[in-house]
């Protein structure tokens, strides 16, 4: 008989966590079962707190946060106004839920450095390592040195990152969505300034997301857990949360294997 089993790919979002910049960190008030009481009492017109079940309401949360924020599939509308050169891109409630469910492909970068830009002959020699021909609807997913790092203090700065031909390579083959579990599909910022600073050439900024203006496509970022994958024989689901022309939307991303 099959069995099925199901990797959680994604991070928890959390208070005090660095897993982004200070601007666009998670915010989350907790309202437990006793501060809550007299709130749910108020409900109704003259019950009182102690008539409540050991007096206690609910647990409830309220949360501040970027669409951005924790494992989020980002929509073409993120990277740039067109897409499929000249199109309107699309934004996340207009993603095709076919597109986010499919296939997986792990292509293992882990040996790659920080800021590392990773090129299409790096894509194409580690699927022939793996034995894989790309086929369309494929999820592709990026295992960086990043994943480690998540909840540190220099996640956002490790890993490598995907750059614009290896991108295309991937998209050109009917891939829709991939995925990484550094903080973003690009090398890290940091990394990428300092390569400006001495090349100056703007093409270099953001290369993988701008990718999307020739080919829409999706990424996950802030994926978990890739270390547990092999390189195929599983499915993700990656359905976003449906925000009203939003850039991108959370999502708990997860593996799904047969075995």
Known sequence: MTKRRIVDLSVPMQNGIPSDPP????QIAY?????SAAFVAGLFSGLTPDQLPEGKGWAVETVRLSTHTGTHLDAPWHYHPTMNQGERAITI????????YGPGVKLDFRHFEDGYVATAPDVESELARIGHALQPGDIVVVNTSAGRRYGQADYMDSGCGMGREATLYLTSRGVRVTGTDGWSWDAPFVHTARRFAQSRDPSIIWEGHKAGREIGYCHIEKLHNLEALPPTGFAIACFPVKIHKGSAGWTRAVAIIEE
């Open 93 to 100: 409630d207009e993603v095709p839920l076919e597109w986010c």
């Open 23 to 26: 601007q666009s960190l998670v």
């Open 31 to 35: 309202t437990d079962h006793d501060q």
